[in-house]
């Protein structure tokens, strides 16, 4: 599944407007511990989480992510969004919570991460 067959899937917004949408989302994860998402991040993820703040787009370009996904329209900072378009990191809003967009991945066939 792209990340252009998700934002519709999750009722998404993409925050990113120049983000590549046609990057493949290998696999799902939710988690607001940095730290932990550092050691169990995988390439084409698709992030959930609630934090907001510049070391998410830093952890997801570690690992590199296909997108991060803020749960229950969560804004994230202007520096933040500023970091992830300069590097190309799709970042989408959804009004669903993480458990709801946990389940639709889930359902659409995108496993959990390795």
């Known amino acids: 599944m792209t990340i252009a067959e998700l934002i519709p899937l999750i009722e998404a ?6 983000a590549d949408l046609t990057k493949e989302v290998s696999c799902g994860y939710t988690c607001d511990l940095l730290s932990w998402v550092m050691a169990h991040g995988d390439e084409g993820m698709a992030w959930v989480t ?5 070391n998410v787009i830093a952890v997801a ?3 590199d992510m296909a997108c991060v996904i803020l749960p ?7 520096e933040s969004l500023d970091k992830a378009a300069a590097e190309g990191l799709c ?3 959804s009004p669903l919570t993480g458990y709801e967009i946990c389940g639709r991945l889930h359902a659409a ?3 959990e991460h390795a």
């Open 91 to 93: 970042v989408l809003k």
């Open 13 to 18: 917004e993409n925050l990113i407007p120049d």
């Open 61 to 63: 370009l570690l690992s």
């Open 109 to 111: 066939g995108i496993p």
């Open 50 to 54: 609630v934090q907001t703040n510049m």
């Open 72 to 78: 229950e329209s969560i804004q994230m900072e202007k």
